[in-house]
Structure formats: C-alpha cells, structure tokens
Nanobody
Framework: VQLQASGGGLVQAGGSLRLACAAS????????MGWFRQYPGKEREAVAT????????HYAASVKGRFTISRDNAKNTVYLEMNSLKPEDTALYYC?????????????????WGQGTQVTVSS
C-alpha cells in the first residue's frame, strides 16, 4: 500500500489544520491506519489511530479532545482534524498503516509509512 500525506503547514496557536492520507493499493477499510509525529531527535509517537474495522480509536493523551481521526472509505483516505493547535504540536507528521487488527498504537506495528508532512504552530 502506498500512502500520500498532505495538509501540513504553518498555523497560529489556537488554529486548525486537517491532514489527509490518501491510500492506494489497499482499501483503508482493510487495514488499520494512523498518524504519528516525530520531534527532532525523538522517536515517532502515535498521535491517533483507527482500527481496521473502524471501531477502535486511540489518541495520545496530549491531543485528546483536540484531534479527531476519521476515515472516508469511498475516497480511500484517512484524515486527522487538528483543532486548538499548540506550539508543542509542531512536528513532522506521518501517515501509517498496519495489518494488525484491533486497537493499535505502537510504531513497531506499522507496516507502511507515508512521507512526512510538516506542521508548524506559531505562538
């Protein structure tokens, strides 16, 4: 499966962005999908994930209530709606896919990575 991420950019604190991850080669309804982010010198961490069946969602504690992951099966795309952005959300965001079933959040479960998209939140 190939993953194409888009939607990053520069936004002021308190603003919103929506990231999109378009998948090809596999239906997003047949795989778990998610978004990870990476700070310089740090490992990638899960921001939000959605299970293959779409019923199990995971959110990092730092984004709960602000970020929403969703999936559009018809467009074969997964989204990350980010609201009330904070400067600490500034990072490189990666789309990811896994063949793992059920709730998931670990980077070692990722079988496919998309390219990163930069999100920068100014104070």
């Amino acid at each position: 499966v190939q993953l194409q991420a888009s939607g990053g950019g520069l936004v002021q604190a308190g603003g919103s962005l929506r990231l999109a991850c378009a998948a090809s080669g596999r239906a997003v309804s047949s795989i778990g999908m998610g978004w990870f982010r990476q700070y310089p010198g740090k490992e990638r961490e899960a921001v939000a994930t959605i299970s293959r069946l779409g019923v199990s969602l995971h959110y990092a504690a730092s984004v709960k209530g602000r970020f929403t992951i969703s999936r559009d099966n018809a467009k074969n795309t997964v989204y990350l709606e980010m609201n009330s952005l904070k400067p600490e959300d500034t990072a490189l965001y990666y789309c990811a896919a896994t063949d793992r079933t059920g709730l998931w959040s670990q980077a070692y479960s990722v079988t496919h990575w998309g390219q990163g998209t930069q999100v920068t939140v100014s104070s």
